[in-house]
């Protein structure tokens, strides 16, 4: 008897331990910030008054700005980025590609003195190697991949191969006949450097990095291209783009100018690299000849795009796989040379004052120029009561937010309708994650806004009038969301509630067996 009792016991520690083997698993993929499609930067410095190192990281921080990628590798800048958990791409400049791509003894010493010296605690995630180099220096093409070769075994030799990624911007122009999606492929004059390339990237498992501009893509076909296909503005079915060979419907040109890499590649038999938009933007102001960029368009384009990464909605052809995007660029560049519209890509002026004030809607506190940086989360117009009352249920639920203002007789009972109650339920949760990127979406019911939506005695939990007891009941459910602001999965606390669950009751029923 005691043989089968222990036997018993023994079955059921087994499978708790694969069950908490499973949830430290799914804890640790929710916490790895780099598994989920994010929103970065570019910072130039071609900047008056540029911020000094620790004030930019600063900004950086009050911006909730989480990846950078910068043309160099600034030691002042590295140095003030330690410690702060912003992840950074490290570039090489076009001018040193030749001594570095001549000589391993220099990629070495690049390595040592702009990687080894500040890693791990300045996170360095990738080193972009030159800029453009097939498009802009031709005559640099056949030193590129030995650059890239000379700086991966530097890196392996100081056992950071796994741990930070090398590949090289390209324009999008070395793509050739981009649409339909289907039908591109690259440049073949190119194929002697991009073939080897794309093995190397496979190899690695790193990406191919692309400098795609849908806004150059509608100025060189005016006519042919429609702005609001360019600035991702809802569409009706009659205006998607459609690809004639695959019946893949386009909604917005980035997407399809993600897709013609991922059908580029796809002709040269590589399917296993993942596409990384090192760059994307939109001017705000330009001469008489570049009437469209507007602060208006600029501010449509930038907004949009973060809530379509954020969505996390993929591409037609690759609906699975949302591409990360480095926005171009942090601060307006005003010592670029003319036409006006190089000067004029930042989404701040060089003294951290807003460009325009984004409209960031789904991408919790990223970039906190989004007006007052108090937002907060409500229902969409238009969703259905069915699907709305779902979404409610897993708020008030298993999302753990304070419903208690929406029971019969509380100040946000009235009106008593699903899309009021939906809405302050919403914004309870999206608040106690911290206003965390991901936490305003319910399966694409919810929207961001910056108006406050308390009315009467009815305080939102968002609110800056918001009352001591709500506080009081929001400080109950806060579960640290805003040290975990680009966790993306909805359901976390819903998992370790259970698991703690499962360890009680395996707990109590290994006693009771004992008793037995």
């Known amino acids: 008897m005691a043989l089968s009792k222990l036997i018993i016991i023994f079955s059921f520690f087994t499978l708790l331990l694969s069950t908490l083997s499973q949830a430290k698993f799914v804890q640790q993929k929710v916490q790895d910030p780099d598994t989920q499609p994010f929103v970065g930067v570019n910072i130039g410095t071609d900047v008056s008054n540029l911020l000094s190192p620790s004030a930019l990281v600063s900004f950086l921080q009050v911006q909730k700005i989480t990846h950078i990628r910068l043309y160099d590798a600034n030691p002042d800048l590295l140095k003030a980025l330690s410690h702060t958990k912003i992840r950074v791409i490290i570039s090489v400049p ?5 001594a570095i791509g001549s000589s391993n003894t220099t990629a070495a010493s690049w390595i040592g003195k702009n990687v080894v010296a500040f890693f791990p605690e300045t996170v360095i995630t990738a080193i972009s190697i030159g800029d453009e180099v097939l498009t802009t220096v031709p005559s640099s093409a056949p030193i590129l991949l030995p650059a ?31 649409f339909p999606p289907s039908q591109a492929f690259f ?28 806004y150059y893509v509608f100025m060189q076909n005016k006519g042919v291209v429609p702005l609001d296909n360019s600035l991702f503005k809802p569409l009706t079915p009659s205006k998607e783009m459609v690809d004639p060979n695959t019946l893949l419907h386009y909604t917005n040109v980035l997407d399809a100018m993600i897709d013609a890499a991922y059908f580029s590649m796809k002709n040269l038999n590589v399917t296993d690299v993942v596409v990384l938009v090192t760059e994307s933007g939109w001017p705000s102001e330009g001469d008489s000849k570049e009437p469209y960029a507007t602060i208006d368009n600029a501010d449509t384009y930038n907004s949009n795009l973060i809530k379509h990464v954020f969505d996390r909605s993929g591409t037609p052809f690759h609906p699975e796989i949302t591409s990360s995007v480095y926005i171009y660029e942090l601060f307006n560049e005003d010592l670029r040379s003319p036409p006006v519209s190089e000067a004029n890509w930042g989404l701040f002026n060089g003294n951290s004052t807003p460009v325009y004030l984004l409209h960031v809607s789904g991408s919790g506190t990223f970039l906190a120029n989004d007006t007052t940086n108090q937002t907060y989360c409500v229902v969409m117009d238009g969703v259905d009561s069915k699907t709305l009352q779902a979404a409610l249920d897993w708020a008030c639920g298993p999302g753990r937010a304070n419903c208690s203002e929406i029971q019969p007789g509380e100040n946000c009972y009235q009106p008593n309708n699903v899309k009021n109650h939906a809405s302050y339920a919403f914004d309870s949760y999206y608040q106690s994650e911290g206003r965390a990127a991901g936490s305003c979406d319910f399966k694409g019911v919810a929207m961001i ?37 680009l966790r993306f999965v909805h359901f976390r606390s819903w998992r370790i509630s259970a698991i703690n669950n499962w360890l009680h009751f395996f707990l109590v029923l290994a006693f009771n067996i004992l008793l037995w």
């Open 449 to 485: 806004t910056t108006t406050d939506p308390s009315h009467g005695s009815c305080i939102f939990p968002g609110s800056k009038k918001v009352t001591n007891k709500t506080k009081e009941a929001m400080n109950s459910t806060e579960v640290s969301g805003a040290e975990n602001r």
């Open 94 to 98: 076009n001018n040193q590609l030749l």
């Open 148 to 178: 890239i070769e000379s700086l991966y075994s530097a890196l392996v030799a100081a056992n950071l191969h796994t741990q930070i990624k090398i590949s090289t911007p390209h324009a999008a122009s070395i793509i050739l006949d981009p």
């Open 187 to 214: 440049n073949q004059s190119w194929a002697s450097v991009i073939v080897p390339l794309l093995q190397f990237l496979s190899r690695t498992g790193s990406p191919l990095m692309m400098n795609l501009y849908p």
